[in-house]
T-cell receptor, first 111, second 112 residues
Framework: GNSVTQMEGPVTLSEEAFLTINCTYT??????LFWYVQYPGEGLQLLLK?????DKGSNKGFEATYRKETTSFHLEKGSVQVSDSAVYFC??????????FGKGITLSVRP | DVKVTQSSRYLVKRTGEKVFLECVQD?????MFWYRQDPGLGLRLIYF???????EKGDIPEGYSVSREKKERFSLILESASTNQTSMYLC???????????FGSGTRLTVV
């Protein structure tokens, strides 16, 4: 079946540091890939997505590229801010509009 | 903006009680989902529904049931609550085959 593996957390960075959060997947066919973010006390919200190989999703300074050859969708940001502190979930879309989520990783950004 | 509203933010129930978690969305979405979120386990799908009166089991349906009598409302039912059902429950909805789910803020359920 489909699965998503995220790097172990939590991650703590200083403001303006470079961020990479790794995500790899296992799926049949050609899934769509997503990053969702959960700010403290809130539900999840879509951060970015990519629907086919070599697509790059981007939003709020975050980027992720769909790499079919390595089955990866790593999240990057060049300069993180305190307001980026949140839990980040990688997800893939399987059949029937169902999303499969990774375990999530907590990012804390220090001023 | 689409809103998904979960009826309770925090809930404390006793073992053996029947528990209802309510979720309402206001943008005519066909698809609705119930997940539970646990530390180290991420989000796990309990049940989902693509239409009124329709339901399908997700990955962890045991101990749960659902009801969708109206398009905008999707209820999660714990038939006999147990302590291992203490968790954060998240409801989500989506339109057609779109993948940008809209999530509610969650209900943190504690079973004592």
């Amino acid at each position: 079946g489909n699965s998503v593996t995220q790097m172990e957390g939590p991650v703590t960075l200083s403001e303006e540091a470079f961020l990479t959060i790794n995500c790899t997947y296992t799926a049949t066919g050609y899934p769509s890939l997503f990053w969702y973010v959960q700010y403290p006390g809130e539900g999840l919200q879509l951060l970015l997505k990519a629907t086919k190989a070599d697509d790059k999703g981007s939003n709020k300074g975050f980027e992720a590229t769909y790499r079919k050859e390595t089955t990866s969708f790593h999240l990057e940001k060049g300069s993180v801010q305190v307001s980026d502190s949140a839990v980040y979930f990688c997800a893939l879309a399987g059949a029937n509009s169902k999303l499969t989520f990774g375990k999530g990783i907590t990012l804390s950004v220090r001023p | 903006d689409v809103k998904v509203t979960q009826s309770s933010r925090y809930l404390v129930k006793r073992t053996g009680e029947k528990v209802f978690l309510e979720c309402v969305q206001d943008m005519d979405h066909e698809n609705m989902f119930w997940y539970r979120q646990d530390p180290g386990l991420g989000l796990r799908l309990i049940y989902f529904s693509y239409d009124v009166k329709m339901k399908e089991k997700g990955d962890i349906p045991e101990g749960y049931s659902v009801s969708r009598e109206k398009k905008e409302r999707f209820s999660l039912i714990l038939e006999s609550a147990s302590t291992n059902q203490t968790s954060m429950y998240l409801c989500a909805s989506s339109l057609g085959r779109r993948w940008d789910y809209t999530f509610g803020s969650g209900t943190r359920l504690t079973v004592v």
